[in-house]
């Protein structure tokens, strides 16, 4: 039988503080090998043909960490884009980062800005990277630019419904995630993307980040596959089999 797919896989990569300690390695280490799980977890998702993929990577209350480790993940994330942007490039992986570009290094800024021009071609897969964001940001930014909006008489504000917000938003283009995966055990959304996984499926393994591997991504999507997706509907309604395709869905996104 033909397993059913997301078509977006939202992840929060938890544990890699707790995988170091665990090892009695510093915080950085694991840091560093939450990153190879990054890469081999990208590499396993676009080989089985899922079209979306993002991935929390730096949270804007993860500014209160300490200087220290906010400084290494900030060198890290700028390592890493430039060193591994030609192998996302070949593997015709699209990259697309959300979040608060404002208050970020302006070499990050030109890294990144310069990594989305590159790839903005392909169309393998698109992995979105959330850097400095926060799901409450994202929707206070949406509000200001229809306030403006409505301010300049481009928009009526009777006009503004659930659409139009998923437009201002900055995942505009995508569709809303459909699995969302947080390694670690903790249930928590930690402010990602709040309005954007209203009907996401949702995934708690208990292994650290940087122990998550392609067997581990097979139970999610086998997770997934069981799910009966209802969106507000009863069971009878939808056939009773169990399908992902919503009837209802509140962003489908551009792409
Ligand atoms: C997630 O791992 C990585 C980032 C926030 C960048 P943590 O660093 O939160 O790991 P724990 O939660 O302390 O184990
Ligand atoms: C959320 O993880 C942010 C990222 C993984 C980037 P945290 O580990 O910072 O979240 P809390 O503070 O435990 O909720
Ligand atoms: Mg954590």
Request: with cysteine; aromatic share 10%.
């Amino acid at each position: 039988m033909v397993k059913i797919l997301p078509r977006h896989i939202a992840i929060i990569m938890d544990g890699n503080g707790r995988w170091s300690k665990n090892q009695s390695k510093p915080r950085h280490l694991g840091h560093e090998a939450g990153l190879e799980t990054l890469k081999n977890t990208i590499e396993a998702v676009a080989k089985r043909g899922i079209p979306h993929l993002t991935v929390f990577a730096f949270g804007v209350e993860n500014w209160l960490r300490p200087d220290e480790e906010v400084n290494y993940l900030m060198g890290l994330f700028l390592r890493a884009l430039n060193r591994d942007i030609e192998r996302l490039h070949e593997n015709e992986i699209r990259l697309r980062f959300i979040g608060n570009r404002a208050g970020l290094q302006a070499d990050l800024i030109e890294s990144m800005e310069e990594a989305e021009r590159l790839t903005e071609q392909n169309h393998k897969m698109t992995l979105i990277v959330a850097f400095n964001y926060s799901g409450r940001w994202d929707l206070v930014q949406a509000c200001q630019s229809l306030a403006e909006k409505v301010a300049e008489n481009k928009l009526a504000s009777s006009d503004i419904n659930e659409t139009l917000i998923s437009q201002h938003l900055s995942t505009a283009a995508f569709p809303d995630p459909d699995l969302f995966i947080r390694t670690s055990g903790e249930q928590r959304l930690s402010n990602f993307l709040l309005w954007q996984l209203s009907y996401a499926e949702l995934y708690f393994p208990e292994k650290y980040w940087p122990e998550f591997d392609e067997e581990e991504l097979e139970k999610a999507l086998d997770f997934y596959a069981t799910r009966e997706r209802r969106f507000g509907q009863i069971s009878e309604q939808i056939g009773g089999i169990l399908s992902s395709e919503p009837r209802v869905q509140a962003s489908e996104g551009t792409e």
